[in-house]
């Protein structure tokens, strides 16, 4: 009887290991300590690029009408006169990152954050046009790209001033399952150039990354795991399923065996 207690032991405790390897796999950051700190980048806001489209808002209290002539234009319901959200129109960063504002010279702004650029806006307007003038920028239309092993794979906009890895996969449903967290690819192009992160969601490492803090036109690729890939063929997949069933099925037959023969004896 002792024998097959001990035998008993065996198959559970492999059981056991089973769960907690496939536990490991799934959770994520694992190497941080109970109330522990992990090392970060320092907040990394994000800044103009060619293609990105903002909004001015001036306000002045001495010449109101003269400062109304440099915001851009809201859209009106024409029928309630309720003045909406979007803006009619909208600066667009060149190909040469400046923007062209009328009674100003072309303004750099690629490199810049929304609060750096219109203080480089508002310094011009005091300067030349509006004394006391007060300019605000809003973004608009920056998105990242969430694919691969996620609930909702799409593109998603940037509503802040800076968006992390997390968010944008919290954004898209989060991971499923199947996903591989070990090895999430970001993908961005800046100047021309294309550049690859791959971060370990398992790992406190990646708020070290570049890639941590995302940038417009972000693209990020969750991949499948192993046993996700298994399943592009039918014959894998049938096989992996079986042989998962199998396995399963001849420990736990294993168990009932050696317990009953147990008790009879």
Sequence with gaps: MKHYIQLASVCLITLLLTACHAQQNVIYLQDIEAEGQAVAQAERLLTFKPGDKLAINVNSAATPDLAIRYTTALITNKSTGIVG????????V???????IPGLDRIKATGLTRAELAEVIQQGLRKELLHDAVVTVDCYQRYVTVLGEVKMPGRF?????RMTILEALGAAGDLN???KRTDIIVVREDNGQRTTYHLDLR??????SPAYYLQQNDVVYVQPNKFRSGQSTINDNSFRSVATWLSVASVLT????LITNAVKK
């Design 157 to 161: 906009e940037i509503t802040k001033d």
């Design 254 to 257: 294993s168990i009932t065996i």
């Design 94 to 100: 060149a190909d040469d990152g400046t923007i062209t």
């Design 203 to 208: 790992s406190k490492d990646i708020f070290s």
């Design 85 to 92: 959200s979007q803006y009619q129109t909208l600066y667009t």
């Design 177 to 179: 399952i199947q996903a």
